[in-house]
């Protein structure tokens, strides 16, 4: 496919490359970082555990992707992160794909925020989705994070979203 062949992506000087099965670790320790900047404890390990043990089979399976920005000193540390998944849906009278991707974890440490790292892992991330023609792309953004979202094209959609814990509904009302 021809998104297959999507491995590096320049942005304002900076390098993303296609995350691969020995950046776990630090896709999960980037993961953190944003849980924590939208105000959530990430310390459970359940998480960290299910997402160790998903990860390594969803990298070539290409419902999923990663993308990264090395730590200028190397060593297999990371400095920023952005990841996706594509889901089918029914089709719909706004979309009659029916495909939708979603843009889950996107990070970068601290210290190392805007020098446009987000930004590389961003587009190469809309950059795959776009590769696999995925028509309608939905994510979650901080106050922080919104400008740079709105920059790259995504807008406020208006429906509330409504949630249910499945297993703690009472199917009796």
Known sequence: ??????????QVGTQARRATTDDIDELIR?????????????SPEDWRGAAR?????????GSKAAFVVDHPDGGGRLIASAAG???????????????YGYVQWVATDPGFRRRGH????????????RARRVPLVDLRATPDAEPLYRSLGFIEVDPPLLRI????ANPRN
């Open 1 to 10: 496919m021809a998104g297959d062949v999507i491995r590096e992506h320049q």
């Open 30 to 42: 980037l993961a953190a970082v944003m849980l924590a900047a939208m105000g959530h404890d990430p």
């Open 53 to 61: 043990d998903l990860l390594p089979g969803n990298f070539e399976e």
């Open 85 to 99: 998944s594509i889901t089918q849906w029914f089709p719909t009278v706004f979309n009659a794909d029916g495909r």
């Open 118 to 129: 987000s930004r590389a892992v961003m587009v190469a991330l809309l950059d795959w989705f």
């Open 165 to 168: 814990r499945v297993r703690d």
